[in-house]
Each structure stands twice: as C-alpha cells, then as structure tokens.
C-alpha cells in the first residue's frame, strides 16, 4: 500500500472533521432554523463546500484502497473532531473522550497493519 494514500485519508477525515466545527459555527450563528437563514449562512456555506471536496476525495480514496482498509480511517474523526472543538471553540474535553480516542487510534493501526 502506498503510504501517500494513507496520507489523504488522513487529511479526508481532517477536512471532514473540520467540516463538522463550520456546521458548529453556522448552529451557533443563526438565531432560528429554517432552510433560508442555512443558505444565507457562511458558516454553513463554507462547511457544505468541504464536506463536498472531501467527499469526491473520500470516493477517489475507496477506488485506490480496500474499504476494511479505508473505513478505519474514518473513526479518527471521533477523536479530531472533540479535540478541534476544544482547541477552537472552546469546549470540554474529557478523559473519557481522549481515552476512547487512544483505543480508536490503536485500532486504526492494528487495521492498517493487516493491508
């Protein structure tokens, strides 16, 4: 396996993850839900922009690699996601969440071992 391709699918779930903080921002941002004030939102705009760049990204990744190999990757947001919320918007961030994300990280290596 070329280790380029781990490469992007390590900067797919970044981008994915970080997708997840513009979806926060635009939450936070809008004072009522409806579709019209999403449309009009940055936030939201700038996150559905991403989160469509990582996705034909994601499907690039899923012709080159095995999804047993691919799809690991994928919970590595679990862990990306809790601690850019903490570094960038502030929120709480539990031992719990940073175990659980040291035993998801061990199993994203132990799959990758296998390929």
């Known amino acids: 396996m070329n280790y380029a391709l781990y490469l992007y699918m390590v900067v ?23 579709p019209a004030g999403l449309l009009l939102n940055g ?9 469509g760049i990582t996705t034909l990204g ?4 899923l012709r080159q690699a095995p ?16 601690l ?6 502030g929120e709480p961030l ?6 659980g ?3 998801i990280m061990a199993g994203v290596v132990l799959a990758s071992l296998g390929s």
């Not at 513009?22 to 409806?34: C, D, T």
């Not at 539990?94 to 175990?99: G, K, N």
């Open 84 to 89: 850019l919320a903490w570094l960038f918007l």
């Open 12 to 34: 797919c779930v970044a981008g994915m993850s970080i997708g997840q903080l513009l979806f926060r921002k635009a939450a936070l941002s809008i004072s009522s839900f409806s």
């Open 67 to 82: 999804l047993a190999l691919a799809y690991p990757f994928m919970s590595l947001a679990f862990l990306i996601v809790p």
């Open 43 to 51: 936030w939201f705009l700038l996150a559905v922009g991403l989160y």
């Open 101 to 103: 994300g040291a035993l």
């Open 94 to 99: 539990h031992w719990h969440t940073v175990a």
């Open 58 to 61: 994601w499907v690039w990744i």
